[in-house]
């Protein structure tokens, strides 16, 4: 996606294409990006809860 949208905005400024296809893909790229941070968050957070309940917190955290 971050190659078509660059390609989109150059169709777009030659007058081939349209305002909302332009911003329905700059759309679904920013959603893609943010539902991808948020799982990576829930990533973080279930290895923290690992950690912690298995009594490894102290020695993940000192170690980085």
């Known amino acids: ?10 169709k777009f400024n030659n007058g081939d294409g349209t305002i909302f296809i332009l911003n329905s893909r700059e759309t679904r790229y920013l959603e893609s990006k943010i539902k991808t941070l948020e799982q990576y968050g829930k990533l973080m ?5 690992f950690l912690t309940v298995n009594g ?9």
Do not use: G, H
């Open 1 to 10: 996606m971050e190659t078509l949208f660059p390609k989109e905005i150059q």
């Open 45 to 49: 957070t279930s290895i923290v809860e």
């Open 56 to 64: 490894r917190i102290d020695s993940f955290v000192t170690s980085r």
